[in-house]
């Protein structure tokens, strides 16, 4: 993808790394619409993602997410935010790579087990981290996902950063090529 070709904005990363907040603030910022691709999965299958592991696996959640990926990357002009699996998919990393600019938010163990877990005792249920201490099963997943994340298109430490933080670094990397886009006031 090159700089000038901004198609969409796709933001990737372990749960709570804060791509659904950091989506709005882009959202906001841009007048470009926000889709979170788990909450079209939720909405095609008529139940919660917690619903759609326990009654029909992990790999039909998944294929499910290939599809809502694919019907997303083939529009523009959009925020795109993926489930933390999604961008470990092989499958889904092309669609995602060749969809728009890729940006992985990280985050330590320690941050996304407190944001998880410490600070929203009603978050929805993320059921890959149901059983056995949830910190340890964060690292171990965080161990084997990211070097995987790693390669998506830009990198962004977001522990030390507020929401708005993150979403103007973004800004800042896609800046001359938006602008160049919202030349007409919307994304082409
Ligand atoms: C998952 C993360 C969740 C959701 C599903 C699987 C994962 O999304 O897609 O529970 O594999 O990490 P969030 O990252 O929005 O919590």
């Known amino acids: ?13 372990f749960m ?18 926000r889709v979170d691709a788990d909450e079209v999965i939720v909405a095609r299958a008529g139940k919660p993602i917690a619903d759609i592991f326990r009654d029909s696996g992990e790999d039909a959640f998944r294929e499910l997410e290939r599809a809502v990926m694919r019907d997303l990357c083939e529009e523009s002009g959009r925020i795109i935010a993926g489930g933390g699996g999604s961008f470990i998919d092989e499958e889904n990393r092309r669609t995602m790579l060749e969809g728009g600019i890729v940006f992985y938010l990280s985050a330590r163990p320690e941050t996304i087990h407190r944001r998880v877990i410490g600070r929203n005792p009603n978050a929805p249920a993320r059921p890959l981290l149901a059983g056995g201490d949830p910190l340890e099963r964060i690292k171990e997943l965080l161990a084997e996902r990211s070097p995987v994340y790693s390669q998506a298109h830009h990198s962004i430490e977001t522990d030390q950063r507020s929401t708005d933080q993150v979403a103007q670094t973004i800004l800042d990397i896609c800046g001359p090529a938006l602008q160049k886009k919202l030349k007409n006031g919307r994304a082409e």
């Open 16 to 33: 709570a790394s804060g791509k659904s907040s950091v989506g709005r603030a882009l959202s906001r910022h841009l007048g470009w619409p």
């Open 1 to 13: 993808m090159q700089a000038d070709e901004v198609r969409n904005i796709i933001l990737v990363g």
